[in-house]
């Protein structure tokens, strides 16, 4: 193939970042509400049984000043840890620079968000992100 390619070979893109270009697109699509684009981050198990539509429903949760904060990926692992920060509204709440954990895996070369379960997702935006303090007042 390389004979074809006028001796040109494309070197591979490492997964790191392919993960951050990933990751990138998908906050830039959450920002935009890309409903489309943002479901098609999911991992393709997820997108098999949860229905577009079922997906559109679910997102009650209002999101603004979404951004990055770290990323978790060590060399040669198929998975990573993601930590966002936005200024959340669920119902009748209101949280401000709150920590969004997810986890990204690698599958066919791609990567993609995975889904967690429903009542798991709630639990975790009230978890301190790693590396938070957290002091308790004492009354």
Known sequence: LAACQGGMVKPAVDPATLLRQRVAAYVEARKTHNLDAEYGFFQPSYRDQVPREQFAARRNLQMSNLRLESIDFKAGEREAKVVLRADMRVMA???????????????????????????????????????????????
């Open 93 to 139: 709440f209101a949280m401000k620079d709150a920590p969004i954990r997810q986890r990204w895996v690698l599958e066919g070369g791609q990567w993609y968000l995975a889904a967690r379960p429903a009542g798991e997702s709630m639990k975790e935006l009230f978890k301190p992100a790693a590396g938070t303090k957290v002091e308790h007042e004492k009354k």
